[in-house]
């Protein structure tokens, strides 16, 4: 098993760069997947970016434009969501999320393992 917390959420006004952390307790970090999901005020909880075990490949939708990157750092049990320019449709609670199959995590579909969130808020 692995818990996961995130790190990192605040307010923040449009244009600025934000980096989000979230450390996993546990045994083999590296044997995980891992996600960051996010989920505004009344809609779905949506994809934001997923990176393989090793870091090898990511997935970013579309709509983002290029403007986040997620990394992680096996050996500080650490994944990592810079985003920069951020805009008010990136407010919601960002979740960290991680499964032994990457997946279900790139298909947002029953992974097992989630964090409880922490709130980005885009606001001038």
């Known amino acids: 098993q692995v818990r996961l917390e995130e790190f990192g959420g605040r307010m923040v006004q449009p244009g600025a760069s934000l980096r989000l952390s979230c450390v996993a307790s546990?045994?083999?970090?590296?044997?995980?997947?891992m996600g960051w999901f996010r989920q505004a005020p009344g809609k779905e909880r949506e994809t934001v970016a997923t990176i393989t075990q090793h870091g090898g490949n990511m997935f970013y939708p579309s709509f983002l434009q290029g403007r986040f990157t997620i990394s992680r750092d096996n050996a500080k049990n650490t994944v990592y969501l810079q985003m920069n320019n951020l805009k008010p449709e990136d407010t919601g609670v960002y979740f960290c999320a991680g499964d032994l199959s990457y997946l279900k995590v790139r298909n947002n579909d029953g992974i097992n393992y989630w964090g409880k969130g922490t709130l980005v808020t885009v606001s001038s």
């Open positions: 546990g045994r083999s970090f590296s044997s995980y997947g």
